[in-house]
Each structure stands twice: as C-alpha cells, then as structure tokens.
C-alpha cells in the first residue's frame, strides 16, 4: 500500500454510542464495497472521528471515496509522530513543492488529544517555519484566502499532514435507513433518488428511456448495486411498475418527483403508500444546479 487517504465524516458522528458504532459499521462495509467493486485492494482502519483507507494508489481511490454516502472529505495525507520538531521536518520539504513564489499560505491546525502545544500556537510556529525556511520567495500568510493551504491534523501519537480536500456527499451511510422506490425520468426524479440515498435508504429506480443516463450514469456510481427497473415511456405505465417493485422489493414508500401543484392529485392517487418527494418546493432552474453538482461529484 502506497497511500494513505484520511476520510472524514460528519453527521454520524453526532449518534448515540450504540448507533454511531452501528453507522461506522456500515460506513466501513460500502467502502469496502466499493473498492472490491472496482476491482482495488485497500485496507482500512479508524479512530475517533475518522477512518483511514491504505491504497495502492491515491487518484482512483479518492474518487471512489468521494462517492460514498456519509464521506464528508478525503485527503491524501503523510503521517508522522506527533511531536514538534518531526512535524516541522516532514511539512517543510512537502510545502517546497506547493509554494510558488510571491504566494499566500495558512496553516489550518487541529489537535485531539494531550500535547505540549495548541492548535493555535503549532499553526503559528508552523507558519514561522515556512517562512523562515523559504524567505526568497516573497511569501505571505493569508488565513481568509490563501493560495495554499496546509492542513496538520494532530490525533494523540500521530499527526497527518495534507494540502487538498475533496468534497464528499455527506449524509448518512447507505443501509442505515429503510428501503424506497423512485421514479427516475429526469433531473428532478434523479435528485429526489439521490436525496433520499443520502439520508441512508436504499432506493431502487423504475426507469423510462429518458431517465437512463440519469441512473445507471450517475446514482448507480453511489451504488453500483442499485436495482434499475426499466419501463416503457408511456407514463401510464409507471404507477403500475413503480407499485409491483415497492411490494416486490419491500419498499417502505415511493419517491416522486413533484412539483407543489402536482402533489395533491399523487396524495390522492397513491392512497396510503408513503410518498416522499425531497425537491417539492425547488424550481426547476434550483434543481438543474443541484443536479450538475451531483454529477460533477460522481464524475
């Protein structure tokens, strides 16, 4: 293994013991997933807060990363002891490389854990370092809009030096939450998908032939195992195929895509079957741009 990605996540760290225990879990087996997917080795191990994915190599795995529910961020980073002086030596010929003359720089500290210094003060002295090993190359410290960032994350013995974070989508881990069918014919249907993954459901998708590159080409990238159901585009046909997947499949209701004034006729026409509908309130103009977001992520 020649990498090392420290992944981070938010929301699930927010649970109860048990259940943040349960979400990790889960969070752990659709990477893993993922990687066995795509045909990549990786081995993973976690402390509080964070897991680390060992990889052969740091492109590939990142963008499976960045495509894993309840993934906040992904950073390739180098790991040292936590002491002062062995971090200064290994940030120093790692920042050679990104800091061009006349440019702007911060430190972002963190710290977790007893340590002879804060995060303030190892950012600042950090700072210092740079400045004093580089001085003929006119460098400034900007800490509202540098050019660069440096990131040093101190967790107990081991502390984690990175430059770049990529986005991740958030949420919660696929699995955690209940089961649902959609209908993908479209941005707004694929955005609702896409939505109710990210809260943890598994949700398969009764497709018509226009809403296939929405499905197969971007929420399959989130989970390649996703049940893709094509139908014909007679729009007739729908309800009828969206109904026999949600029993065949155990779904607990049906995602739809809807508009304000096209729900109460779906109320009354779906009678008891749970509906959700996450982009009801958005116009069409706010979920094409949420739409490219989420391409662009699972690209």
């Given amino acids: 293994m020649t990498a090392t990605l420290l992944v981070r996540y938010g929301e699930l760290a927010l649970k109860s013991p048990p259940v943040r225990r349960e979400f990790e879990s889960a969070l752990r087996r ?43 961020s992904v950073s390739e980073v180098v790991e040292v002891a936590s002491d002062r002086a062995a971090i200064r030596d290994r940030l120093l010929p790692l920042a050679d490389a990104r800091l061009a003359t006349g440019s702007s720089f ?12 804060t995060s303030q003060e190892l950012a600042r002295d950090l700072g210092g370092d740079v400045l004093d090993r580089f001085p003929d190359r006119a460098l400034r410290v900007d800490l ?7 990131f040093v994350e101190v967790r107990g013995p081991r502390t984690y030096l990175s430059f770049d974070r990529f986005d991740g989508p958030g949420g919660l881990p696929l699995g955690v939450a209940g089961r649902l069918v959609a209908l993908v014919d479209g941005p707004r249907g694929a955005l609702g998908a896409y939505l109710m993954m990210k809260r943890g459901c598994r949700v398969a998708a009764v497709v018509p032939p226009d809403g296939h590159r929405f499905a197969e080409g971007v929420l399959r990238r989130f989970d390649p195992s996703q049940t893709v159901e094509g ?42 079957r749970v509906l959700f509908s996450p982009t009801l309130a958005w ?13 662009r992520l699972a690209s």
């Fill in 231 to 272: 139908v014909p585009a007679d729009p007739d046909a729908w309800p009828t195929a969206l109904g026999a997947l949600a029993e065949r499949s155990h779904a607990d209701g049906v995602v739809l895509p809807l508009t304000v004034e096209e729900f109460p006729a779906a109320r009354a026409a779906w009678g008891d």
């Fill in 283 to 295: 116009t069409e103009a706010e979920v094409t741009d949420r739409w490219e977001q989420v391409a």
């Fill in 144 to 150: 509202g809009h540098p050019d660069t960032e440096l």
């Fill in 106 to 117: 911060a430190v972002r500290a963190r710290r977790t854990g007893q340590h002879a210094f």
């Fill in 30 to 72: 659709n990477i893993l997933d993922q990687f066995v997917g795509a045909g990549l080795a990786a081995r993973l191990r976690s402390d509080r807060g964070h897991l680390y994915v060992e990889a052969d190599e740091a492109g590939p795995a990142v963008r499976i990363l960045r495509r894993i529910f309840g993934v906040t």
